[in-house]
């Protein structure tokens, strides 16, 4: 078992910075791919960015060049470093563990809100 517990957000004016922590905790991550989600209000939950066991990253289109997902295996943490915000990434952010091997995010955190202001 994984728990996962995100932190990190809060309210930022657009153009501005935060940086996502999620603490993990029960297993080890490099054991897992980890991923980034988020969902709006009214929309569906949407990957934002993951990383491998191995290192790959991959991001959405819509953030690529502005967020950057990052891992310390030795801290357990898994970080989601957010530039240039807009109004439209406000949402409740998750982070989620997917196990080598496995086919679906079977671990998810509680959510962590950012909300963007224009």
């Known amino acids: 078992q994984v728990q996962l517990v995100e932190s990190g957000g809060g309210l930022v004016q657009a153009g501005g910075s935060l940086r996502l922590s999620c603490a993990a905790s029960?297993?080890?991550?490099?054991?897992?791919?980890m991923g980034w989600f988020r969902q709006a209000p009214g929309k569906d939950r949407e990957s934002v960015a993951t990383h491998s066991t191995g290192g790959w990253t991959s991001y959405a289109d819509s953030v690529k060049g502005r967020f950057t997902i990052s891992r310390d295996n030795a801290k357990n943490i898994i970080y989601l470093q957010m530039n240039s915000l807009k109004a439209e990434d406000t949402a409740v952010y998750y982070c989620?563990?997917?196990?080598?091997?496995?086919?679906?995010?079977?671990?998810w955190g509680q959510g962590t809100q950012v909300t963007v202001s224009s």
């Open positions: 029960g297993r080890t991550l490099t054991s897992y791919h």
């Open positions: 989620a563990a997917r196990a080598v091997g496995e086919s679906s995010w079977g671990y």
